[in-house]
């Protein structure tokens, strides 16, 4: 049974600052309103389907391939376009850092509805990796690597709230990857070979992932040999080097960014261990992790406000909830 607009009932937001993100496969009835919006920036991200966004007086349908990024405090609908008979989409609630309004501002359409309606093909592999990463990072304990991210092939994923500050702040990071690469002008095209643009970009989008040559070369239907051979001749690198390369700029990153400790900055980017790391570490950037975090300021502060439990407004229920983040530096 279809909702129309008038029959659709409130729906009920997370609390302000809480990072929440899940994926859901939308029937013809799914529909939410929430007529003082949400507290915190919402993410909509079209994998299949069709959606019907509204908030304030701009509106959009989202296709595959569209990402709508809706601003909090404005009342707004979503719901399963009336021609389509699904929506299956990435949503996220999070707190937006300073600096990313003016970067979005181009695609605002009014009332703080943002919408980059066709993300390059190049790059939508890429948001959707990265959204998925989100999810993993906000199940982290704080113990050992982050969880593997769920499969690409699930149709529903149960919302997750980030359990603690160093989860929301690796889940944070992911989001903002999505972001990135999503307005981004020409996705990851550019000269050379498109097959390794789509490597890098496999690399990029998750370098703790156990990438290896062989995978990389599944990824984009050559042979390991042809695809070494083809990588280092369009980039003067080895996979295996530019997968370094990235898991050590992702590293850099956590450590400005968050708190997390050099072994679990280790973990969440793809070293085997804190003393490979670090040597690896300082072989790149000319100081151990500790004192590179030094010279840069250190971690950002976290907030601490608790929040008990939250049950997602996607359709599925969401885990228990632990500290909300805090505006820290972007990556």
């Keep these: 049974m279809r909702v129309s607009a008038t029959d659709l009932r409130e729906t009920a937001a997370p609390p302000p600052g809480v990072l929440i993100v899940g994926r859901h496969d939308g029937q013809p ?56 008979e699904h929506w299956g989409l990435w949503w996220a609630h999070f707190l937006l850092r300073p600096g990313w309004e003016q970067r979005l501002r181009p695609y605002d359409l009014g009332s703080g509805c943002h919408v980059m309606p066709d993300v390059h093909p190049g790059a939508r592999t890429g948001v959707a990796a990265a959204l998925r990463q989100a999810h993993a990072d906000s199940r982290w304990t704080g113990a050992g690597a982050p969880p593997r991210p769920m499969s690409a092939t699930r149709r529903t994923v149960p919302a997750s709230v980030a359990t ?43 370098p703790a992932a156990s990438h290896t040559v062989d995978s990389l070369a599944t990824a984009v239907a050559l042979s390991p040999s042809r695809f070494a051979h083809l990588f280092a001749e369009e980039t003067g690198s080895t996979p295996m080097r530019a997968l370094r390369e990235a ?37 790149r950037y000319g100081s151990p992790p500790k004192e590179y975090r030094s010279a840069a300021g250190g971690g950002p502060a976290h907030a601490t406000d608790a929040v008990s439990r939250i049950r997602g407004q996607h359709g599925s229920a969401a885990s228990t909830a632990g500290p909300a983040m805090a505006e820290s530096r972007p990556c």
């Design 247 to 283: 898991r050590l700029r992702h590293a850099a990153c956590l450590l400005t960014g968050t708190e997390l400790t050099v072994a679990q900055v280790a973990a969440a980017s793809g070293f085997a261990g804190p003393f490979h790391f670090s040597h690896a570490f300082r072989g």
């Design 29 to 84: 009835d799914y529909a939410v309103r929430r007529t003082a919006g949400a507290p915190s920036w919402l993410l909509l991200w079209t994998e299949s389907g069709a959606g019907h966004v509204r908030q304030g007086g701009a509106g959009t349908v989202a296709g595959p391939g569209s990402l709508v990024l809706l601003a909090p405090g404005v009342h707004h609908t979503y719901r399963t376009a009336p021609d389509a």
């Design 164 to 206: 603690g500050p160093d989860a929301a702040a690796l889940a944070l990071g992911s989001v903002e990857r999505a972001l990135v690469l999503a307005i981004s002008p020409s996705g990851v095209t550019g000269p050379g070979d498109a097959r390794v643009r789509r490597a890098q970009a496999l690399i990029d989008a998750d």
